[in-house]
């Protein structure tokens, strides 16, 4: 039993490329987050997926898209890299709304 | 106004004291609290959670919530330096559309 897997680990992107950054939960949970954590800011929700087939934005979502494939797996696109999203990305996952998260082991995204 | 306030210390107890963490939030609406702990490099993970008015207490940590005065705080009795680490309070916001936000967290030191 995994939990939540995010992968990569670790990626460095020059400004104005792309990537995806995945996430994939097998506790059956319907709602599933992506959330970026940067120094004295805690962690800042980008998107989120209350169930299968819906999305909606959170506090910080420009820049950022979203793709909730299926229960299981919710994806994070940035189409166009900067500087300023440089940050570690967390997925997490939970049961409804206003149960406690899950979250994966994070992303540490660099943007030089 | 921020919709969820910590103080982002560091906060220094010798061990074996009782360390105090402290949560304010905006929305009077808030109806679950949460806490989590996150070692440095490392995903949160849930403490404890609240729903009600008063105190809820798990081993050597008690949560104490108070939605007249809007705060919400973590007690940790019997420190211990394995509880050096980041303390992230988080609400539902409904001013959010029923989001969870978090605070910036409380950095606690534990010095043995």
């Known amino acids: 039993n995994a939990g939540v897997t995010q992968t990569p680990k670790f990626q460095v992107l020059k400004t104005g490329q792309s990537m995806t950054l995945q996430c994939a939960q097998d506790m059956n949970h319907n709602s599933m987050y992506w959330y970026r954590q940067d120094p004295g800011m805690g962690l800042r929700l980008i998107y989120y997926?209350?169930?299968?087939?819906?999305?909606d934005k959170g506090e910080v979502p420009n820049g950022y898209n979203v793709s909730r494939l299926n229960k299981r797996e919710f994806s994070l696109r940035l189409e166009s890299a900067a500087p300023s999203q440089t940050s570690v990305y967390f997925c997490?996952?939970?049961?409804?709304?206003?149960?406690?998260?899950?979250f994966g082991n994070g992303t540490r995204l660099t943007v030089t | 106004q921020k919709e969820v306030e910590q103080n982002s210390g560091p906060l220094s107890v010798p061990e074996g004291a009782i360390a105090s963490l402290n949560c304010t939030y905006s929305d009077r609406g808030s109806q679950s609290f949460f806490w989590y702990r996150q070692y440095s490099g490392k995903s949160p993970e849930l403490i404890m959670f609240i729903y009600s008015n008063g105190d809820k207490e798990d081993g050597r940590f008690t949560a104490q919530l108070n939605k007249a005065s809007q705060y919400v705080s973590l007690l940790i009795r019997d420190s211990q330096p394995s509880d050096s680490a980041t303390y992230l309070c988080a609400v539902i916001s409904y001013n959010q559309g029923g989001k969870l936000i978090f605070g910036q967290g409380t950095e606690l030191s534990v010095k043995p």
């Open positions: 997490a996952s939970s049961d409804t709304a206003v149960a406690p998260l899950h």
């Open positions: 997926s209350a169930s299968e087939g819906t999305t």
